[in-house]
């Protein structure tokens, strides 16, 4: 408890090393598709997390592997549809997926 002023004081008085990197402040950037400035203008190279709806997706692709290991742990799912079901999640991943690489999830 005793460094967190410390670490907000931090915060407030370095500055943030990105910043210094582009462009100075209170310079203008172009807006976007007016065909003027940067032809790269929705590079995302320096961004720390991944986009809401990539996570999003990993969470369900989590869920659904965790429900297709009960299924190959439990002798009395068939197991055609164990095949079946390891067949769509493999369309939905785009690799191809069986009992064991399930352990990846």
């Known amino acids: 408890m005793r460094f967190l002023p410390f670490l907000l ?12 990197q582009g462009a100075p402040a209170g310079a ?3 807006a976007p598709g007016n065909g003027k400035g ?5 590079n995302t190279d320096g ?3 991944p986009p809401l709806a990539k ?3 990993d969470m369900q692709n989590l869920a659904y592997a965790m ?3 009960d ?3 439990d002798r009395k799912v068939p197991d055609a549809f164990v095949r079946e079901r390891l067949a769509r999640f493999s369309a939905i991943t785009g690799r191809e997926e069986s009992c ?3 352990l990846d999830y």
Do not use: E, G, K
């Open 55 to 57: 996570t999003v997706a």
């Open 47 to 49: 961004y720390v997390f």
């Open 9 to 20: 004081v931090f915060c407030l008085v370095c500055p943030d090393a990105t910043h210094a």
């Open 71 to 73: 299924y190959c742990a």
């Open 67 to 69: 429900q297709l290991r």
């Open 28 to 30: 203008a950037t172009p």
């Open 38 to 42: 940067d032809d790269n203008w929705r």
């Open 100 to 102: 064991r690489s399930l």
